[in-house]
């Protein structure tokens, strides 16, 4: 039976799978260095830097000093050949045997999968999720094929519509922030993972902004840019503008 005090030795991996794949795409188009250092990622924030060299470490491409493994030339060199899948397979077999050690690839449950990520890969919450997510995506970009039931999608959770207070519920209700902390709960869970946050904002109504759990760097500048633009058409508008 496993430990479930004992910690893995490696971070189990959570970046969205297309970080990786692109790092790997800019290694073949430029040239593999000794050592994989940070001015090499100074396009990435610093979060996604250790995530990407965390996940380089699991999957034995680079040594705990960063140093470049066979693994890692090897992959980058079958990057967009023939050998692609099988070199990915290789990599990502090995880099999950003990975790998935005691689970059945082809039968198995996603109730299972996320025991032994959880117990064996030190994953949990969020995490866990996203774990599992740049796991089973691994596995597509390799061809490999695995339980139907690994991508069961949970339960969405009931959704309750509560009636909104009137002005006069407002200013007889000293404690208004409760009202806008149900909105949240209202929302409904698409189980793709996602983060909701409420911002407040001083005599209107509060900002919720739902975002993908798996957003890197360039999404978010991308929806950074649609919102200034959005919120800049909004305003002109509010103010007569056209």
């Known amino acids: 039976m496993a430990d479930i005090n004992k910690k893995p030795s490696k971070a189990i991996p959570y970046i969205p799978i297309k970080t990786l794949f692109s790092f790997v795409e800019r290694l073949k188009s430029t040239a593999i260095p000794p050592i994989i250092d940070g001015s090499l990622l100074s396009s990435m924030s610093g979060s996604m830097k250790s995530q990407l060299l965390s996940t380089l470490r699991f999957m034995d491409l680079i040594g705990n000093d960063n140093t ?12 967009n050949t023939d050998t692609w899948s099988s070199t990915l397979k290789e990599v990502v077999e090995t880099s999950y045997a003990e975790i998935i050690s005691e689970v059945h690839i082809d039968t198995g449950t996603v109730s299972q999968l996320e025991t032994a990520f959880r117990v064996k890969g030190g994953a949990d919450g969020q995490v866990l999720e996203k774990a599992i997510r740049f796991y089973l995506a691994s596995l597509d970009a390799c061809g490999v094929k695995y339980s139907p039931h690994f991508k069961a999608k949970k339960p969405r959770k009931p959704i309750v519509r509560k009636k909104k ?10 404690d208004t922030d409760s009202g806008s902390e149900d909105v949240l709960d209202d929302l409904p869970d698409d189980g793709i993972g ?3 946050f409420r911002i407040p904002i ?17 999404d978010w500048e991308m929806v950074k840019a649609m ?16």
């Open 68 to 79: 470049v493994k066979d693994g890692l030339r090897n992959l980058v060199s079958s990057y």
């Open 165 to 174: 207070p009137s002005a006069k519920d407002k200013d007889n209700n000293s």
């Open 194 to 196: 996602m983060a909701k």
């Open 202 to 218: 001083p005599d209107k109504q509060d900002c919720i902004i739902i975002l993908p759990n798996d957003l890197d760097q360039h």
């Open 227 to 242: 919102l200034d633009a959005y919120v800049s058409r909004l305003t002109k508008s509010n103010q007569g503008g056209g």
